[in-house]
């Protein structure tokens, strides 16, 4: 099993990143794709949810309406679109299968001016 997370960096408060998740080694169509993240001195938070076949997605509220989820399963990534980041976004986000302790190396996002 193999999830390689990209696309973090240092953003300034209100902008944007487009997180990447390639998934490889398990059947990734059959299984509903988190993102999670970890602050530092924080415990690891699920962002969103995507269902199997991306018609049903579910939010953090501290991330509802900026962060939107999505798949595509025959790249077999998913993706984490971050609007309207704030300070408090900082983290390094992972991305996981749902059910499945999986997890790959995660990928920074730094939000500050």
């Known amino acids: 099993v193999q999830l390689v997370e990209s696309g973090g960096g240092l953003v300034q408060p209100g902008g944007s990143l487009r997180l990447s998740c390639a998934a490889s080694g398990f059947p990734f169509n059959n299984y509903a794709m988190t993102w999670y993240r970890q602050a530092p001195g924080k415990e690891r938070e699920l962002v969103a949810v995507i269902s199997s076949a991306g018609d049903s997605k579910d939010y953090a509220d501290s991330v509802k309406g900026r962060f939107t989820i999505s798949r595509d399963n025959v790249k077999n990534t998913v993706y984490l679109q971050m609007n309207s980041l704030k300070p408090e976004d900082t983290a390094v986000y992972y991305c996981?299968?749902?059910?499945?302790?999986?997890w790959g190396q995660g990928t920074q996002v730094t939000v500050s001016s």
């Open positions: 996981k299968p749902a059910r499945k302790d999986y």
